[in-house]
Each structure stands twice: as structure tokens, then as C-alpha cells.
């Protein structure tokens, strides 16, 4: 099974900032990388795929870079609604599997 | 509107058989494989298994095979999860998802998600 390990566990930022967190794969994956936001008492939403692809009606300030095992999510100019947790997946192998999670929080 | 509403909280008892659905709409629910995913009591999330609604095709987190069915109902576009007898650990969120694309691998990203059900089982 691929593990994935995302970084930091949790992140302090202020509204305006640009913050990027990290996801790393067990193995290459090549850019079967996605990126979901979870609000809290809400649903995932699926932000990113396909490493960089941006998802219909996201906004342009999230993006997605990386290939193989190493991948990031970057958020420009945080606003209100950005502070949730952020889960990676992958796509590549059965089991899918989600990394663990990124709280991003206000400082 | 394209959705998927799901069945409403259920506490349940170790032992006891459950089966909780997810109704799609908005969509021909024939054409996308529809997923399960576990979110434990303040843990992360775990895909529990697909199927794609056209034949019946279902792929299980292989550490869950025999553990819990997952099934559909073409005529009503309903999925649904099922256990036989329920544990302790069992208690989470269930969220039934949507893969992104059409007639695709059950390889693939989530792009719907119902709105969870909450599972509590006593032991």
C-alpha cells in the first residue's frame, strides 16, 4: 500500500499570507495527487487533481505542483474561508489512500 | 441540481446489521462509480471501496473484503453500504463520493460528496 505523509501536521498563518504544505508518497505516483479542503462539520471538497489541475469553481488561489513523491499544495493571500484541514490522496494504486492531514489555522 | 443525499444518523448496537444509503440526482448515475470513505471520531479519511452502478463492478479496500458490501440500485440511483454485524469501531462518518470521471477507472478522484452519515455503535 502507498503511505502518504503530509507536512506540517498543523500551520499558523495570518489572513494575506501565502502558506505551502507538503504531501510525500512512499513511492512514485507519478501525478496521481489530489488535494481536498475539509471545513469543519463539512464534507471534503476536492480542490486539486492530477497534481496541478485546478477543479471547476476553485478558487485561483490554490495551487498544486509536484510529480513522483514529493507534491505541494500552495494557498496565496489566505482568506477567512481557508482556514480548515487539507488532505492529500492518491489515485495511482488500490488502496486510494489519503495522507493524514494539514490543519491550517489562524494565527 | 447534481447531488448525492444521504440516510440520516443511525445508532446502532455491537452485533446488530445495518445498511445505509446515498441517493444520486442531477447525473446519469449508470455512468460514474460511486465511492465510500470512513472518517473516524477526529481522524482522517479512509476510502472504503467503489462501485460503478452500469454492471455492478465493485473494487474494496482490500484490508475491508468480507467485512462490509457495498451495492447499488439502478432503478431508484441509490448506493448503498452494508454490514452484517456491527463493532465498536465502527462508529465514524460515512460519506458517499462521486468519481470524477465518466465511465473512467475506479482509480479517481472524488469530486461529489454527500453530506455524511454518522454511524455510533455501543458496545
Redesign the interface.
Known amino acids: 500500500d502507498i503511505q502518504l505523509t503530509q507536512s506540517p501536521s498543523s500551520l499558523s498563518a495570518s489572513l494575506g499570507d501565502r502558506v505551502t504544505m507538503t504531501c510525500r508518497a512512499s513511492q512514485s505516483i507519478s501525478s496521481y495527487l489530489s488535494w481536498y479542503q475539509q471545513r469543519p462539520g463539512k464534507a471534503p471538497n476536492l480542490l486539486i487533481f492530477a497534481a496541478s489541475s485546478l477543479q471547476s469553481g476553485v478558487s485561483s488561489r490554490f495551487s498544486g505542483s509536484g510529480s513522483a513523491t514529493d507534491f505541494n499544495l500552495t494557498i496565496s493571500s489566505l482568506q477567512p474561508e481557508d482556514f480548515a484541514i487539507y488532505y492529500c490522496q492518491q489515485t495511482y494504486s488500490n488502496p486510494i489512500s489519503f495522507g493524514q492531514g494539514t490543519r491550517l489555522e489562524i494565527k | 441540481e447534481v447531488q448525492l443525499v444521504q440516510s440520516g444518523a443511525e445508532v446502532k448496537k455491537a452485533g446488530e446489521s445495518l445498511n445505509i444509503s446515498c441517493q444520486a440526482s442531477g447525473y446519469t448515475f449508470n455512468d460514474f462509480w460511486i465511492g465510500w470513505v470512513r472518517q473516524m471520531p477526529g481522524k482522517?479519511?479512509?476510502?472504503m471501496g467503489v462501485i460503478y452502478p452500469g454492471d455492478s463492478d465493485t473494487?474494496y479496500?482490500?484490508?475491508l473484503l468480507g467485512q462490509v458490501t457495498i451495492s447499488a440500485d439502478r432503478s431508484i440511483n441509490t448506493a448503498y453500504f452494508q454490514w452484517d454485524s456491527l463493532t465498536a469501531s465502527d462508529t465514524a462518518i460515512y460519506?458517499c463520493v462521486r468519481l470524477?470521471t465518466k465511465g473512467g477507472s475506479?482509480?479517481?478522484?472524488?469530486?461529489l460528496?454527500?453530506?455524511?452519515t454518522m454511524v455510533t455503535v455501543s458496545s
Open positions: 482522517g479519511l479512509e476510502c473494487r479496500t482490500p484490508s460519506y470524477r475506479y482509480l479517481d478522484v472524488f469530486d460528496w454527500g453530506q455524511g
